[in-house]
């Protein structure tokens, strides 16, 4: 199970920190992702990291404006979004993954349930 908190209501240019805590006791073993969702599209891949936190990758819509990093001790994950844009107005869901990582949303074996993000300009 993973429970979200954070996300709401900011203005252009603004941050906004994302957690996502799991309660699995093999947490570490998990790789972690972070994927959004407007009306109407296809939820999308934002960034991920790896069980051993030593790799990280990003959609190039966020590269150098979010960073996702773990706490494997406290079971959670978190996503730190600077210099926010309208466009990053979404649900925000997190994953888990088993070892590795991916970009593809169906590999994932947990989800989050969600957590709005507006930006408003």
């Known amino acids: 199970q993973l429970v979200q908190s954070g996300g709401g209501l900011v203005q252009t240019g603004e941050s906004l920190r994302l957690s996502c805590e799991g309660s699995?006791?093999?947490?570490?073993?998990?790789?972690m992702g972070w994927f959004r969702q407007t009306p109407g599209k296809e939820r999308e891949f934002v960034a991920l990291?790896?069980?051993?936190?030593?790799?990280?990758n990003y959609a190039d819509s966020v590269k150098d404006r979010f960073t996702i990093s773990r706490d494997n001790d406290k079971n959670t994950v978190y996503l730190q979004m600077n210099s926010l844009k309208p466009e990053d107005t979404a649900v925000y869901y997190c994953?888990?993954?088993?070892?590795?990582?991916?970009?593809?949303?169906?590999?994932?074996?947990?989800w989050g349930q969600g957590t709005q993000v507006t930006v408003s300009s």
């Open positions: 994953a888990a993954k088993y070892f590795s990582g991916s970009l593809d949303q169906s590999e994932y074996d947990y």
């Open positions: 699995e006791r093999t947490f570490s073993s998990y790789s």
């Open positions: 990291i790896g069980w051993r936190s030593t790799n990280t």
